[in-house]
């Protein structure tokens, strides 16, 4: 059987039937197989060998989260989570356990179906591999002091498709002492960004938030962008948002972030651009590298999608190409810098 094979996990008929009209319109996708629990999904990945997975989380019998882990323990496959607003904290967990990516279900959009269906192609031709067991969680809670000693380095982080899962490799790197305050700009569907910021904060030793006008940058805090503005730094440490226009592509932008990081801080920025589709964030590390900062990028081995990296690369403006397991340690060692 030729195309790409795809298998369709969702206690709801209404809702694989509608996945299953908006996969219908490519004639490379095939739907190989239906399940409405994750017992059902555990044993149709086993006899019928799709080349992606896309699933709900919440279900009876067995919820995704079970699913997930013993698909990626016994027959590792590409696993995407499509899911309601409501439930995403436990779908962020997902990508713990071997997810490559979420979408919420109003991705899914009969309008556009090409957009949905060029992820489907993407994460099916990911090379997926055998996943361990969940990481313990670490630590014995958050250090809720109230630290503002001043940093000498600030982190900016550029992330698009597959950035959730890059982030959850890179963070739990860090300790919760680490001296350098993260700002990211993840482009991610409103309303996800708090189960993102959640998720995170679980499996990292680092406080992790949802950025708002105003805060303060301290180290050893992570400051997600919400994804219906745009966030920029300012010269006293401060967050604040420029709203979006009409024209505007990307969701938050990475390039706003970047370059308004770059302008306050220069040569002490270190900028990161991670896994993602289009070009968003190549011009914001172009400037952390004209202002003498430091900048970093995911090789394509390790990128689910090697888009932005790519582009960033071929520009010359990227000191360090590194494979995603040995991002954090790069960013702990140039903290101690």
Not at 43 to 60: F, G, N, Y
Not at 98 to 105: D, F
Request: hydrophobic share 40%.
């Amino acid at each position: 059987m030729k195309g790409i094979k795809v298998l369709i996990v969702d206690d709801s008929s209404l809702a694989r039937e509608f996945i299953k009209a908006i996969l219908a319109t490519d004639g490379d996708v095939i739907i190989a197989g239906e399940a409405e629990n994750g017992r059902e999904a555990v044993e149709k990945t086993r006899a019928l060998r799709p080349d992606i997975v896309i699933m709900d989380i919440e279900m009876p019998i067995m919820g995704g989260l079970e699913a997930i882990e013993i698909i990626m323990g016994e027959n590792p496959v590409p696993i995407l989570v499509v899911t309601s607003k409501g439930e995403t904290d436990t779908a962020f967990r997902a990508i713990s356990k071997g997810a490559l990516e979420v979408l919420p279900k109003s991705a899914v959009d009969p309008d556009n179906p090409k957009k949905f269906i060029e992820q489907v192609k993407i994460l099916s031709r990911v090379k997926v591999i055998t996943h361990l067991k969940s990481r313990a969680k670490t630590g014995n809670g958050k250090d809720e002091s109230d630290d503002k000693v001043p940093f000498k380095k600030i982190i900016a982080i550029a992330a698009s498709t597959g950035g959730p899962n890059a982030l959850n490799t890179i963070l739990p790197e860090l300790p919760k002492d680490y001296c350098c305050p993260i700002v990211i700009a993840q482009h991610i569907s409103d309303g996800f960004e708090i189960g993102l910021a959640e998720w995170l904060s679980k499996i990292s030793k680092l406080q992790v938030k949802v950025a708002e006008d105003g805060d303060l940058l301290m180290a050893g805090h992570v400051y997600i962008s919400p994804p219906n503005r745009h966030m920029v730094v300012n010269y006293n440490n401060r967050i604040s948002f420029l709203e979006k226009k009409a024209r505007d592509i990307y969701h938050p932008s990475c390039d706003i972030l970047l370059m308004s990081v770059a302008t306050v801080y220069g040569a002490k920025t270190i900028g990161v651009i991670l896994t993602g589709m289009g070009k968003d964030g190549v011009i914001g590390m172009q400037k952390i590298k004209e202002m003498q900062g430091k900048t970093i990028a995911q090789d394509q081995s390790s990128s689910i999608v090697f888009g932005m990296p790519k582009i960033a690369i071929e520009t010359g403006c990227i000191d360090k190409v590194l494979p995603l397991a040995q991002i954090g340690q790069e960013l702990l060692n140039c903290g101690r810098l």
